[in-house]
């Protein structure tokens, strides 16, 4: 039983979509909810297909499904900025900033309650890929302003590595800003029995290459792929799988997988069981994201778990999960990336060992002991922060209140 119960809001129109920070948001509401709190998620068009936690809510904000491959869901819930605001909240949560995240605040101001944001991946990044509007709101940096705007209103705000802390700093985002993992499950650190996993996917017998992705221009596939035939002509016996939820990019991936010159050592699995996935994650020799806009890099450390080492960009938010000569490989270019896959698929030896200190420095990212320190954030949010942010207090004091928190606080970065 938990000392003292909060009563915990959290705003994401992620809540139902298929990527990273979906999932985050999602499995640390049930965390969240499985160590006993009052977990209040506010979202569009909830799936409820699952079984989940006694202690989840969910409150439907609405919202029209524009993309069924990934689950994204617009939602502008205007019509909720006049409906009864909760009260019951000890603190609120905002996962994702525009309409979803405006109404939170609107709430929250009504009703006296502490906020904290966490910044997942910028909305720069999506924004260059919509037509005609999109560069139109990259002119001037208008997004990144208005991001800046909207964290300036929290009590607090979070990411998930130091590494994107640093990029929020450049674009001159203000403190108090704290970095903890978005962590996972335990469902990914289980034994698994790989029997017929490879054999199911057609790479009995290969030097696998997983690559776990989204296929969206921002995790460039199809310069993955073309880097991989060279990968192929150093390590013969070598197999780029990819696997993940369809995206912008899914059309050109399944037509250059079907070429003569790369259907024999690359294919696509598409979107795989969670089942599936943690077989592959274990079967698999290596695992790799080619992305610079990662807030963390999740299946990145769900390898780890499964004791297989990485090689990715050394980039944020990836730089703080892959330690480098040590669990795989960073790589500035796709030359050294080429050269560090080939370095581990041949060295039987050192990728073992690799895979060993993945697994071990996983274990720092259960999401269990994430939830844990989520419930102290949250305390001092609602105790500390806010109370000083209410009466108009100097921001200096918040920030140097939460220095002083994260200094006794081994996994979480100030």
Not at 151 to 160: A, F, N, R, T, W
Not at 198 to 221: N, T, W
Not at 300 to 312: C, F, H, I, K, S
Request: aromatic residues 10%.
């Amino acid at each position: 039983m938990v000392r003292e119960r909060l009563s915990i809001g959290m705003y994401s129109c992620l809540y139902s979509q298929i990527n990273g920070s979906a999932h985050a948001v999602r499995f640390l509401s049930e965390e969240l909810a499985k160590l006993g709190h009052d977990v209040h998620v506010f979202a569009p068009r909830i799936v409820n297909g699952h079984q989940k936690p006694k202690h989840l809510h969910y409150h439907d904000l609405g919202g029209a499904r524009v993309a069924d491959s990934t689950g994204f869901i617009l939602s502008f819930p205007l019509h909720q900025a006049f409906a009864p605001a909760p009260n019951y909240l000890d603190v609120a949560h905002i996962q994702t900033h525009v309409s979803i995240g405006a109404l939170a605040i609107h709430w929250a101001k009504r009703t006296g309650t502490p906020i904290i944001g966490s910044h997942h991946s910028p909305m720069t990044y999506y924004t260059n890929n919509i037509p005609i509007i999109g560069k139109f709101l990259m002119k001037n940096d208008l997004i990144w302003r208005y991001e800046r705007l909207m964290m300036e209103k929290y009590d607090l705000c979070h990411v998930p590595t130091p590494t994107k802390k640093e990029m929020l700093l450049n674009y001159r985002f203000k403190e108090p800003i704290v970095a903890l993992t978005n962590g996972i499950r335990d469902y990914y650190f289980k034994n698994v029995n790989c029997n017929g996993i490879l054999e199911k996917y057609g790479i009995k017998g290969k030097k696998v290459m997983l690559y776990a992705s989204r296929l969206a221009p921002e995790k460039h596939p199809i310069r993955i792929i073309k880097s991989f035939k060279r990968i192929h002509k150093r390590v013969p016996d070598a197999h780029l799988l990819l696997v993940g939820s369809a995206g912008p990019s899914s059309n050109a991936v399944e037509r250059i997988v079907k070429k003569r010159k790369y259907r024999d050592f690359v294919s696509y699995g598409g979107r795989v069981s969670f089942e599936d996935l943690v077989k592959l994650y274990n079967a698999a020799d290596i695992s790799a994201l080619w992305s610079w806009v990662e807030a963390e890099g999740l299946v990145l450390l769900e390898a780890m778990a499964q004791g297989t080492p990485n090689v990715g960009t050394n980039a944020s938010g990836i730089a703080n999960v892959i330690r480098h000569g040590e669990t795989g490989f960073l790589a500035n270019d796709l030359q050294e990336f080429e050269d560090y896959v080939v370095k581990l698929l041949k060295e039987d030896d050192l990728r073992e060992q690799f895979g060993k200190n993945a697994r071990k420095v996983a274990e720092d990212y259960r999401l269990e002991n994430v939830a844990r320190k989520w419930v102290e954030l949250y305390k001092l949010t609602r105790d500390q922060l806010y109370p000083l942010r209410y009466h108009g207090e100097e921001r200096a004091e918040r920030v140097e209140i939460t220095k002083n928190f994260a200094r006794n606080e081994k996994s979480i970065y100030f």
